[in-house]
């Protein structure tokens, strides 16, 4: 599947406000499970005690983890469907749950703040060996998926328009990032390595 790249700005430094407007939010687990189909518009689990593991069988047990809410997220695939802006901000996470890459309707996505080395590639990205001499062109052809939903890893995430990984410890970003249709926005600062690369500032227009 073939899509037109879009006119991503990508900001290398603080923004002075952010562009994540956010409808009504909901802050926990549990009352988001006790939302409707159709009814979870907006979801920000920031510095978050229900991504605390208490797993004792998790090596991560009283600190962060995504086994938790990655769980949770495959528990209530129906509630998270209609689910449009997700925070995870602020939560020492390394990694993230590939169940956030399956929110057809996610459009703001937030994951400032941790610990991660990388993002959302599904293994078919850039995310280990960076951009390298990769170019930037006007179209770029997406991996599918093996169940045919269309794109690997962040790039199944077709409406996505604003994503913010500043203050992380990325020194890449997944090529799938700029394949997405409709993204036209994306914060890197805070991420030395990845700042401070001289082909990624060649790729795209930064600020």
Same mark, same amino acid.
């Given at each position: 599947?073939?899509?037109?790249?879009?006119?991503?700005?990508?900001?290398?430094?603080?923004?002075?406000?952010?562009?994540?407007?956010?409808?009504?939010?909901?802050?926990?687990?549990?009352?988001?499970?006790?939302?409707?189909?159709?009814?979870?518009?907006?979801?920000?689990?920031?510095?978050?005690?229900?991504?605390?593991?208490?797993?004792?069988?998790?090596?991560?047990?009283?600190?962060?983890?995504?086994?938790?809410?990655?769980?949770?997220?495959?528990?209530?695939?129906?509630? !998270?469907?209609?689910?449009?802006? =997700?925070?995870?901000?602020? +939560?020492? /996470?390394?990694? %993230? *749950?590939?169940?956030?890459?399956?929110l057809p309707r996610l459009t703001h996505l937030d994951v400032s703040q941790n610990k991660l080395s990388e993002i959302g590639s599904g293994g078919g990205g850039y995310a280990a060996a960076?951009?390298?001499?990769?170019?930037?062109?006007?179209?770029?052809?997406?991996?599918?998926?093996?169940?045919?939903?269309?794109?690997?890893?962040?790039?199944? !995430?077709?409406?996505?328009?604003? =994503?913010?990984?500043?203050? +992380?410890? /990325?020194?890449? %970003? *997944?090529r799938e990032i700029f394949a997405l249709p409709k993204l036209r926005y994306v914060n890197v600062?805070?991420?030395?390595?990845?700042?401070?690369?001289?082909?990624?500032?060649?790729?795209?227009?930064?600020?």
């Amino acid at each position: 599947m073939a899509f037109k790249a879009a006119a991503v700005k990508l900001v290398t430094t603080q923004p002075a406000a952010k562009l994540f407007a956010a409808p009504h939010s909901i802050t926990t687990l549990r009352a988001a499970a006790n939302c409707a189909p159709g009814e979870l518009l907006s979801l920000h689990l920031e510095h978050s005690d229900d991504l605390v593991c208490r797993n004792l069988m998790c090596d991560k047990v009283g600190g962060p983890c995504v086994c938790r809410l990655g769980r949770w997220m495959n528990q209530n695939r129906d509630v !998270l469907a209609s689910c449009q802006h =997700l925070s995870l901000r602020g +939560n020492n /996470l390394s990694v %993230l *749950p590939d169940e956030v890459w399956n929110l057809p309707r996610l459009t703001h996505l937030d994951v400032s703040q941790n610990k991660l080395s990388e993002i959302g590639s599904g293994g078919g990205g850039y995310a280990a060996a960076g951009f390298g001499d990769w170019e930037y062109p006007s179209e770029i052809t997406t991996p599918t998926s093996d169940d045919g939903a269309g794109g690997i890893g962040i790039g199944r !995430l077709n409406e996505l328009e604003v =994503l913010y990984v500043n203050d +992380n410890d /990325l020194a890449s %970003l *997944p090529r799938e990032i700029f394949a997405l249709p409709k993204l036209r926005y994306v914060n890197v600062s805070g991420n030395g390595a990845l700042v401070g690369r001289q082909d990624l500032s060649e790729t795209v227009t930064t600020e």
